[in-house]
């Protein structure tokens, strides 16, 4: 059997423009449960009326063959260079405005579990490919994108486990990385690739040809596989959306959470700063920064680059303690929080510190849970147990040499050397993205500025690196833009819930070269809903000065003071690497 052999050489058509001009007058009604975003739901009625009234004009593609067959077929087995065993492949019937689609579940040799799921009478010949978080093990469940919804089925997708099986007890999650290069490069990147020659295969043996249209969407790890994707495999996707991208894998995991967790241990093992005093704090940052967007009082810090907050402003009066102010100890935490990593000399280990606007979010991550108080160990915390241990542990040295516990970690310059060549395999730093221009691919790399886990700043950097490497803003915002979204906290929500979608602008901009010149986010404070326009970094919203302050047409794009101020730190050589390169 040789259905996979034309797969990879087969050229992209195009899909005729009524679908996205139809998509267009009903997306305000869709629901974008991706990583890239959550539209509110429109009621079931309105969807079903436009499904039916788009059905006419959408191109749907039927399968060729049987759901069941996929999974009768050994074939697979003999895939070159990724031998794939289908574990089952069953109809599962539409709803909850999911179309009815053919579940794939499998595995790619070594051991990458996945899933494909193929719309079994309304694809319309896209591929969309679904990154995953944290150090993954485990296939996540995937959702249809908005226009997916409305359109009808659009979208056929794929995710996986990227390589390996997450292990129970402390830093379990990386174990997988201790004694095994192979699992390694599974994890940094070649699970994708992998991913992506067999879906396609599978996808052009089901409906007898491949996608039209090939896209990427991931957010924290999965922005990290898909800046992998964009830089080592530059022509296998047309776009590619990069929320919160882990691209420092190394320094993020090593340095910055690491730190987070020192910094605020006392000499008991307790925590300094605990829960309970996140909303003082965060009120205080907001009442000295927002409404810098030209309302006042709106409860939004929309460019914390320009805050300029000291936490010593509400230190609690000698001898006292509340909730509503911090202590000397504390004040000190949070300087070094918003800080970042540092050597004693002063030399930054990762270009920045916590973001302000981020406060509220620190009980996810860098705090151990404790919303009254009182004496919790740091161990407790996120970032010690599910996220700095396992990499120092398991992944900072070549395979079979165990490393420090985060407790031992010093923040010098030779620590800091430690971590390479072994960070080069997760790291996702070139800027040199020639190819995937070339390619004709379109990149969205996003961020929230109240990110609680991966700091903004180091997306920042990068991308003013990469404008500098791409030939200037103007040339890099033909292929590749960045939005950062103001109360976003880590991959979404935040502290104004807020919601947004980006799938439906990257396949405008992809298949009708229409580029996202902003993006609309819906954010609730004080029980008030309003929206606010996203643009282009480094461009932040200004309110006109006149109309409703609730709505984003009221508001005009102006640069960020701060924009393109890049942060100089330790490893400003990263960048200039070529992919897969790095220090020795």
Not at 421 to 441: E, Q, W
Request: hydrophobic content about 35%.
């Amino acid at each position: 059997m040789s259905h996979w052999i034309s797969v990879r050489r087969r050229r992209c058509t195009a899909v005729a423009a009524a679908i996205l001009f139809a998509c267009a007058a009903v997306v305000a009604l869709a629901v974008s449960p991706s990583p890239s975003g959550v539209q509110t739901a429109a009621p079931e009625a309105q969807l079903l009326a436009a499904s039916q009234q788009l059905a006419g004009t959408s191109p749907i593609i039927m399968p060729v063959q049987t759901c069941a067959s996929i999974a009768a077929d050994t074939a697979f087995a003999a895939l070159p260079n990724y031998p794939t065993a289908i574990a089952s492949a069953t109809v599962v019937a539409a709803a909850n405005g999911n179309p009815a689609y053919c579940n794939v579940q499998g595995m790619i040799a070594p051991q990458t579990h996945f899933s494909l799921e193929l719309p079994t009478s309304t694809w319309q010949g896209r591929y969309l490919q679904n990154g995953c978080g944290g150090y993954c093990g485990s296939v996540s469940a995937q959702a249809f994108p908005s226009c997916d919804a409305i359109l009808g089925g659009d979208f056929a997708m794929a995710t996986d486990d990227e390589g390996h099986t997450t292990a129970a007890g402390l830093g379990g999650s990386g174990l997988f990385a201790f004694n095994d290069q192979k699992l390694r490069n599974e994890y940094g990147y070649e699970s994708e690739q992998a991913l992506y020659v067999v879906a396609n295969d599978l996808i052009a043996y089901y409906y007898g040809r491949g996608p039209n249209y090939r896209y990427y969407d991931g957010c924290s790890d999965g922005g990290r596989e898909a800046m992998e994707m964009a830089e080592r495999y530059p022509t296998d996707f047309n776009g590619i959306i990069a929320g919160a991208p882990e691209i420092y894998a190394g320094a993020l995991n090593a340095e910055a959470q690491t730190w987070f967790y020192q910094v605020n241990t006392d000499s008991n093992g307790n925590a300094i700063l605990t829960d309970n005093k996140l909303p003082a704090l965060h009120n205080a940052v907001m009442a000295k920064c927002a409404g810098d967007d030209g309302v006042p009082g709106d409860g939004i810090l929309t460019d914390p680059q320009n805050c300029h907050f000291n936490p010593a402003s509400i230190e609690c009066p000698a001898g006292t303690d509340s909730d509503s102010c911090l202590t000397p100890a504390q004040v000190q935490v949070v300087g070094l929080y918003y800080q970042g990593p540092e050597t004693p000399q002063g030399d930054k280990l990762y270009p920045a510190g916590l973001p302000y606007g981020s406060e509220l979010g620190w009980s996810v991550f860098e705090l151990p849970p404790s919303a009254n108080g009182g004496e919790v160990p740091t161990t407790e915390s996120l970032d010690y147990f599910g996220l700095s241990q396992p990499y120092l542990r398991y992944q900072l040295h070549a395979p079979g040499i165990l490393g420090p516990d985060p407790s031992q970690w010093q923040f010098t310059r030779q620590d800091y050397n430690e971590l390479y060549p072994a960070a080069n395999t997760f790291d996702a730093l070139s800027v040199n993205l020639s190819a995937f221009r070339a390619h004709g691919g379109k990149l969205i790399i996003w961020q929230g500025w109240a990110d609680n886990a991966i700091m903004p700043a180091g997306t920042v950097d990068y991308y003013d690196q990469l404008v500098a490497a791409m030939g200037g803003l103007s040339s890099t915002e033909q292929f590749a833009r960045l939005f950062l979204f103001p109360t976003v906290y880590h991959c979404g929500g935040g502290y104004a819930n807020s919601s947004f979608d980006l799938v439906y602008p990257m396949v405008q901009w992809v298949e009708q070269g229409t580029a996202p010149s902003s993006v609309t986010a819906t954010d609730t404070i004080a029980a008030t809903t309003l929206t606010r326009p996203v643009y282009p970094y480094p461009q932040i919203p200004m309110y006109n000065g006149t109309g409703p302050t609730t709505e984003a047409s009221s508001f005009h794009p102006v640069n960020s003071p701060a924009g393109l101020d890049y942060s100089s730190w330790i490893g400003n050589n990263l960048y200039s690497y070529p992919v897969g390169g790095g220090p020795r």
